[in-house]
């Protein structure tokens, strides 16, 4: 839309869903160059720095060393930065809403799709067909789309599940992620802003990713919220102090989807569609920003050209 296309997004969520998604307590690493593009489209918040990532740490197991990558060092601003899933959402929904080149079709979902030489026509769910030059499929990792288009994909089951939670802290992170490497998969402790909302003593937050072997999570995700902080402080260290969990805790089963290709007649894929990898680094939905932003400028391209 920015680039000048009349744009139509079909979502199957509703407008009160998608406008209020408060009921996602998770949260999203955003790298520097995407945090650069939110801004640019007006869908940044400068309440989200307090959860800026200045200083990463890698640590084998127990090892006493740690790799250090230091933000300041390359004089550029933060690494990156760990916002609340609800606030991100509502932010892109609402710049969307409010743009004149998008028409949002919401609680509807693609029903079928025909490309044909010069343009590719979609079947809603409504029954109304839309027309346009190009079908971008932004519909995760089990994509219909890419179905659809009979693009083939690879899968590779890591064996692990994410467990997700957010921990309250006694000591603040000073806006360093941990990630720590342990026999079953990485853990990683990402920066969040303080929250003072009387869930615990202490307002100093950090979200947990903890990649685990898939049963060994499953039973941890069956324990009692005092059960659960002992096995979440055992693994988080000492070094924030005392810590418990607060909010939600989910598991997310781990597997590497792998597009055979990002493109067919008239379809492109992007983020999770196209290849949905391991939160590791977290850098999933940082590749589908980058994707989106490299193809909304070749589309701008194309439109430059007629």
């Not at 606030?87 to 919401?106: P, V």
Request: net charge neutral; hydrophobic share 45%.
């Amino acid at each position: 839309a920015e680039a000048g296309a009349q744009t139509v997004v079909v979502d199957p969520a509703p407008a009160e869903r998608l406008a209020r998604p408060d009921d996602d307590w998770r949260t999203t690493a955003l790298a520097q160059g995407a945090m650069r593009l939110l801004e640019r489209i007006g869908a940044w918040d400068p309440a989200w720095t307090g959860g800026a990532i200045r200083d990463i740490r890698i640590v084998d197991g127990d090892s006493p060393l740690f790799l250090h990558y230091d933000g300041g060092a390359l004089g550029e601003g933060d690494l990156g930065c760990i916002v609340p899933n609800a606030q991100l959402k509502r932010r892109l929904y609402e710049r969307a809403a409010a743009h004149g080149r998008i028409r949002l079709c919401l609680g509807q979902a693609i029903r079928s799709f025909t490309a044909r030489p010069d343009a590719i026509v979609a079947t809603l769910s409504g029954d109304e067909d839309i027309r346009a030059r190009l079908l971008v499929g932004a519909d995760g990792r089990n994509s219909p789309t890419r179905k659809a288009a009979g693009i083939p994909e690879r899968t590779v089951d890591y064996h692990q599940t994410a467990i997700i939670a957010t921990a309250a802290h006694a000591k603040p992170h000073g806006g360093v992620a941990h990630e720590r490497f342990l026999p079953g998969g990485p853990f990683a402790i990402l920066p969040l802003p303080d929250a003072d909302d009387g869930a615990a003593p202490w307002p100093h937050r950090s979200s947990i990713v903890w990649s685990e072997a898939t049963k060994l999570a499953a039973d941890m995700l069956k324990l009692d919220r005092p059960a659960f902080d002992r096995e979440l402080a055992q693994r988080f260290g000492d070094h924030f102090g005392a810590v418990v969990s607060v909010d939600g805790i989910g598991g997310f089963p781990l597997k590497l989807v792998l597009s055979d290709r990002m493109t067919a007649r008239r379809v492109a894929l992007v983020g999770d569609a196209a290849r949905a990898i391991h939160p590791i680094a977290g850098q999933g939905y940082n590749l589908g920003i980058r994707d989106s932003a490299e193809l909304a400028a070749r589309v701008g391209e194309r439109l430059t050209l007629g």
